[in-house]
Every structure is written in C-alpha cells, then in structure tokens.
C-alpha cells in the first residue's frame, strides 16, 4: 500500500517545497537576485574552488595557472565576439550564443559551479579563436606590438 501511494506524497511534497521557495523569493527578493549572481559567478569563474584546506602551495598555483588559462580564454572570446559584430546572428555563431545564454539562464536559478559549463566550452573555444585570429590580423597589420 505504500508504494501506491508514494507518487501522491511525492507531488504533494514537490508542491510544498515550490510553494516555500516562492514564499521565501517573494519575502526577500533583494537575497534572491544576490543568490543568482553569485550562481551565475560560480558559473563562470576562472578560478576552480580549492577542494582542501590548507592548500598545499603546488594545488594554489594549478589552480591559479588554470585561472590564467581561463582568463586569457575568456579575452580572447570576447574579442572575437566583438570581431564578429552583427555576423552573431548568423546561424553558424547563434546555436553557440544560445546554448551559452541558455544555460547561464538556467543555471541563475539552479546549483552551479565550474563544471556545469563543461558543454560550453567548446563555444567558447570557437570565439576565443576567432579573438586568436584577430589578433594575427592585427599583428601582420602591425597595428598591435
């Protein structure tokens, strides 16, 4: 008999806690959209979250090495957006603007950390090569160095 009835609790559970989290938004909206730049922070952040403390000095500089890595990245992305200009619409670049706007939406309201862009990187690899080209462009131009 209680396995028959487990979907019913189930629902009625899922209910109760929807009903407290939209209580809790509409009680301190101010916390709420703190909490969703802090999640979309997590998101995209350069630097991993150390996982032990203390951190031993090697762990400290990988991680920094990789936040360097992500930064220099992200630089490079966003020059190629910007090389791109209106071009963004076009199918070819949209499915990854999306896809990366999408999940940022998403992950607004729900858990995120580093990992959880993991499938976007690849976008984003595609506009940091875009900034790459850019650069060389402007280099054989000779108007950067």
């Not at 629902?11 to 703190?34: M, Q, S």
């Not at 762990?59 to 190629?80: F, I």
């Not at 200009?85 to 858990?111: A, D, K, N």
């Amino acid at each position: 008999m209680a396995a028959i009835d487990w979907p019913a609790r189930e629902l009625a559970l899922d209910r109760w806690h929807y009903a407290k989290a939209l209580g809790t938004i509409r009680a301190e909206p101010g916390v709420f959209a703190w909490s969703c730049l802090v999640r979309l922070g997590r998101l995209w952040q350069p630097l991993p979250h150390s996982v032990d403390l203390p951190e031993a000095p090697r762990r400290r500089w990988a991680r920094r090495a990789v936040a360097v890595w992500y930064l220099l990245e992200y630089s490079l992305a966003a020059m190629g957006l910007w090389s791109l200009g209106r071009q963004l619409i076009r199918p070819v670049w949209l499915w990854g603007t999306l896809l990366c706007g999408g999940f940022s939406l998403v992950h607004l309201f729900y858990w995120s950390n580093l990992r959880m862009r993991s499938p976007l990187l690849p976008a984003v690899a595609l506009l940091a090569s875009l900034g790459v080209a850019r650069l060389a462009g402007l280099w054989r131009q000779r108007k950067l160095f």
